[in-house]
């Protein structure tokens, strides 16, 4: 079974702090993706990553930047923590896209991050 | 632009159907999913269905697609309270990414 393993489940961090979210995954995907969940918006994609070092910013990157220094680790940073940044974050990750494939994400639990 | 349109709430009682609505703008995506996140938990791939399909049947869902329409379609024959849940539909970005739609949150009452 594929796993996607997103460091905490909830966090609770003060404005202004440097925020590191984690995520691995077991299963040698190329993609890794970061989305921000909230009521009545969906997910939204922060970031995602092609390969290790590499990064495209998504459709939210403003606050956010991230870290691929190996495969399996795709990590958010907040870099100082803003009220409105309190959401739920969820990693996911996938098999490179090659035209004509399925497209399949496999998701993190989740991590629901507090800022005060 | 990509573009996926869902309506964000359906409340059914136990033993009937559901139907999730979904309408997308990109007409070369190859395939269209259907995602499923259960309370507290991240979101698990339901079915997906191939572009050149009409109609995907397994067990309880049927997805009908309408490629003319941009029209994606989940039915839940005998739903139950524990298909509850945040269903969400997809298609394959310009990117290599998926173009969620904001969620359909299906209650099922008993």
């Known amino acids: 079974d594929v796993k996607v393993t997103q460091s905490s489940r909830y966090l609770v961090k003060r404005t202004g702090e440097k925020v590191f979210l984690e995520c691995v995954q077991d299963?040698?995907?190329?993609?890794m993706f970061w989305y921000r969940q909230d009521p009545g918006l969906g997910l939204r994609l922060i970031y995602f990553?092609?390969?290790?070092?590499?990064?495209e910013k998504g459709d939210i990157p403003e606050g956010y930047s991230v870290s691929r220094e190996k495969k399996e680790r795709f990590s958010l940073i907040l870099e100082s923590a803003s009220t409105n940044q309190t959401s739920m974050y969820l990693c996911?990750?996938?098999?490179?896209?090659?035209?004509?494939?399925?497209?399949?994400?496999?998701f993190g639990a989740g991590t629901r991050l507090s800022v005060l | 632009g990509e573009d996926v349109e869902q309506s964000l709430f359906l409340s059914v009682r136990e033993g009937d159907s559901s139907v999730i609505n979904c309408t997308y703008t990109?007409?070369?995506?190859?395939?269209l999913y259907w995602y499923k996140q259960e309370p507290g938990a991240g979101l698990q791939l339901l079915t997906y269905?191939?572009?050149?399909?009409d109609m995907k049947q397994d067990q309880r869902l049927t997805v009908l697609l309408n490629k003319k329409d941009k029209h994606l379609s989940l039915r839940i024959a005998d739903t139950q309270t524990g298909d509850s849940a945040i269903y969400f539909c997809?298609?394959?970005?310009?990117?290599?990414?998926?173009?969620f739609g904001k969620g359909t949150k299906l209650s099922v009452k008993p």
């Open positions: 996911a990750s996938s098999f490179l896209q090659r035209t004509g494939t399925k497209n399949i994400q496999y």
């Open positions: 299963m040698d995907h190329e993609n």
């Open positions: 990553s092609y390969d290790v070092k590499m990064k």
């Open positions: 990109d007409s070369s995506s190859t395939y």
């Open positions: 269905i191939f572009s050149n399909m």
């Open positions: 997809a298609e394959g970005g310009s990117q290599g990414n998926l173009i």
